[in-house]
Structures are given as C-alpha cells and as structure tokens.
C-alpha cells in the first residue's frame, strides 16, 4: 500500500525553539493532507487539514501561529511548532489522501519540549 | 457533533481467544465507520470500513458491522494471534470522507 513518512520519528528541544516536523507521501502524490496530534490515551485530534498550494484550515482552537502548515509540493507538509514550549510536548501525526479519497497515515513523530 | 466512543484498554487475551472491541458512535446523518490498527513502532493502517448500515467490514480475520439501530461499531475476531497486538482506533467521518473522528483507542495485548 500507499506510503507516508514522517521525518523525524522523535525530537527533543528546548523551551523557546521552533521545530519542524516532515510529511511525505513516497509513492501517490497528496493534494491533501492532515495534521493530528494525540495525547496520552486520547484519541486524535484533528488539527488542520493541509491543502497542496494554498494556506491551511485550521480546527477550532488550534492556533495558527503556533503551528505553521506548509503544503507546498503534492508529496510534502511540514508542521512548524514555533517557540515551543513544554504544554506542545505530545505525539503529531499526519495523513494523507490519494486521488482515490483513501487515507494513508505516517508513523508519527513525538516532541518532547524541555 | 461527532463522536466516537469505544472501550479502554488494555484488553489482555490468550492466543487463540475470541476478541469484541466496542465503539459506538454519535453524529447526524449517515456517517462511514472504520476501524484503524496502529502496530508499535508504525504508522495507523486501515484495518477494515463500512460505509452504510448493515455493511460488514472484514480483513485479516476481523470483522465489524455498522448497526445503525444502536450506533454501533464492534470489532470483532474469532481466534486473536500474538502479531494482533497492536492499538485499534473506531473511527468516524462524513460522506466526503473529509475529517476522521477518532476514538480514544484500545490497547490489545494477546499472549501466547
């Protein structure tokens, strides 16, 4: 099946830095992609959806500034998490959808702020 | 709004043993019901979907069917492995299969 890798798999920084988290689709190209982030024994949540060429829809909440989505090729999203701090430590996952509306997931990638 | 509920875990089974996650679900209209396995180490796959009442999804040995009449969702094995050892995720989403739902996930843990 379909592949989707995130880059990196676990990141470790200090309070105040910004970090980038990678989404690639290694053998569809996505138009559209998602962003979830999962805490301890919750479910995920949702928090936006990552379009190829224009700006992201951001869930209620979520913001904006704080985690920048980029989607500027139909095979990467990056999430940026600016000035992170220590309530930003959690797991994020992506997801991306081929032309046939199938969602394929990457394997997450765990921040743990200092 | 949407929601998913199903069963905390860990739900601890010997090999061989007959599995049933639960989840039940609420949203308006007629939603699409997936089941998600998430093996350690790996990213959420697509164990198996049902996209209107009464369908039965199957894969692998795991069955579930969308019961409309109880809001239901329960996944379903007959005879579990070790390698099913995994967390299993019930989720939901509208027609445009535009945003997935989650439940909390269930952590199964199958001993030989």
């Known amino acids: 099946g379909a592949v989707v890798s995130q880059h990196p798999s676990r990141v470790i920084c200090k309070s105040g830095t910004s970090v980038k988290i990678e989404c690639r689709s290694l053998?569809?190209?996505?138009?559209?992609m998602f962003w979830y982030r999962q805490f301890p024994k919750q479910s995920l949540m949702l928090m936006a959806t990552?379009?190829?060429?224009?700006?992201?829809?951001?869930e209620q909440g979520v913001e904006k500034d704080k985690f920048l989505i980029n989607h500027a090729s139909l095979t990467l999203s990056t999430l940026t998490v600016t000035s992170a701090h220590p309530e930003d430590s959690s797991f994020y996952i992506c997801?991306?959808?081929?032309?046939?509306?199938?969602?394929?997931f990457g394997e997450g990638s765990r921040l743990t702020v200092l | 709004g949407n929601s998913v509920t199903q069963m905390e875990g860990p739900v601890t089974l010997s090999e061989e043993a007959f599995l049933t996650i639960n989840c039940t679900y609420t949203a308006t209209g007629y939603p699409s019901l997936f089941w998600y396995v998430q093996y350690p180490g790996e990213g959420l796959q697509l164990l198996l979907k049902a996209t209107k009442a009464d369908d039965k999804g199957s894969n692998k040995g795991f069955e579930a069917t969308y019961r409309k009449e109880t809001t239901s969702f329960h996944l379903e094995k007959g005879s579990v492995q070790v390698s099913d050892s995994a967390v299993y995720f019930c989720a939901l989403s509208d027609k445009g299969f535009q945003k997935l739902v989650f439940g909390t996930g269930t952590r199964l843990l199958v001993s030989p």
């Open positions: 990552s379009n190829e060429g224009s700006k992201a829809t951001y």
């Open positions: 053998d569809f190209q996505a138009t559209t």
């Open positions: 997801s991306a959808r081929d032309n046939r509306g199938e969602l394929f």
